[in-house]
């Protein structure tokens, strides 16, 4: 068992994340913004809390200075955390308040905290993203191959071009001021982490209604309630995971030894638009507004996956982390299925 500091718990990852933590029967403290949302999480795992293994730290604003500064002193103490806590929204006003200082303040906030307060961290993993590997400016790329070695080269400049633009510079940031960290200050604890693609897969953490949906999951939602009847979205970004082997990998990354220090780009293989719709046709007959075989948009470019699209390297999440990875056709069943409660 090891005693595991997971912060931003209420989120989509982090909910799933929280459940292996909890059935690989390690002692959690997970931080959320208010008490509600702990009394929410707390309602669904009330053995674990009753046991002592689930515990909440409330942090209002981890964009603030010293924010993680009390909750990373416990008794007993950690000897892992595990940061998920980031924005992933579009709903932007300001690039620099909304998503930039967030998300980097946040990463080296709790790095900072973790070196000053809790020597018995032995392990980092942090939620990063594909935003940090992927070169926008080159489109599709045809015969790149996407892996852990690459970076986005955003500048601060074009991070406030746009929203989009800002949440790719937000991770980007984020994660090489985490590696930074880590070269400058010589923590004794390593980090490791997870860049995933789109996240789709089964919601498990409290949201009142579909509005409250996480980003990737939304398309799914979008097709079900016939908002592309006339015309399938393009697909943008053709790469995907369930969250449920996300969640695996930032256990995974501090369970074992040999994941320290590595990025993971936990990518299960490609998706268009096109595919979510006919995989809810397929399974959800009751769904009447789905776009026809005729409906214009939502496919692969031209040239498809072999000419006309960037291929991807996940060997490291398999050989390292021992992923295997879910089909596109699981995830997206079980996310519709858990959206059913809230409304669709």
């Known amino acids: 068992m090891t005693r595991v500091l997971l912060t931003g718990g209420s989120g989509f990852i982090a909910a799933h994340t929280l459940d292996i933590l909890l059935k690989h029967g390690h002692s959690v403290v997970t931080t959320v913004r208010t008490q509600e949302k702990a009394d929410k999480i707390k309602a669904d795992y009330k053995d674990a809390a009753a046991k002592g293994n689930l515990d909440f730290a409330i942090v209002p604003d ?185 969640a695996e990998a930032h256990v995974a ?14 990518v299960a293989g490609y998706f268009t638009n096109r595919d979510i719709v006919d995989i809810i046709g397929k399974n959800f007959p009751q769904y009447k507004e789905l776009p026809s075989a005729s409906t214009p948009g939502g496919d692969y470019p031209k040239g498809g996956i072999e000419k006309g699209l960037y291929k991807y390297n996940n060997k490291r999440t398999i050989d390292v982390l021992g992923l295997k990875y879910k089909s596109l056709e699981e995830s997206i069943v079980d996310a519709v299925k858990s959206f059913q409660p809230k409304g669709l």
């Not at 071009?161 to 510079?169: H, L």
């Not at 990354?253 to 780009?265: Q, T």
């Open 62 to 246: 981890i964009a603030q200075e010293g924010a993680f500064d009390k909750a990373v002193v416990s008794d007993p103490p950690f000897e892992a955390v595990v940061h998920t806590a980031s924005p992933f929204h579009f709903n932007v006003t300001d690039v620099k308040k909304d998503l930039l200082d967030p998300a980097v303040i946040g990463t080296t906030g709790i790095l900072k905290s973790i070196k000053k307060s809790a020597p018995s961290v032995k392990r980092v993993v942090i939620t990063s993203s594909f935003a940090a590997l992927v070169n926008p400016s080159k489109g599709n790329w045809p015969g790149h191959e996407y892996s852990e070695e690459d970076w986005n080269p955003i500048t601060l400049e074009e991070a406030h071009e746009n929203a989009a633009s800002g949440y790719r510079a937000s991770k980007t940031f984020a994660e090489k001021a985490a590696w930074d960290f880590l070269e400058k200050e010589k923590p004794n604890f390593t980090v490791a982490t997870i860049n995933p693609p789109l996240v789709f897969g089964p919601i498990i953490h409290a949201i009142d209604n579909l509005d409250s949906l996480n980003t990737s999951n939304q398309r799914i939602a979008a097709a079900a309630q016939g908002k592309w009847k006339d015309e399938i979205a393009a697909t943008g970004v053709y790469l995907w995971v369930d969250v449920r082997n996300v």
């Open 253 to 266: 990354a501090f369970e074992k030894p040999e994941a320290a220090n590595k990025r993971f780009f936990t």
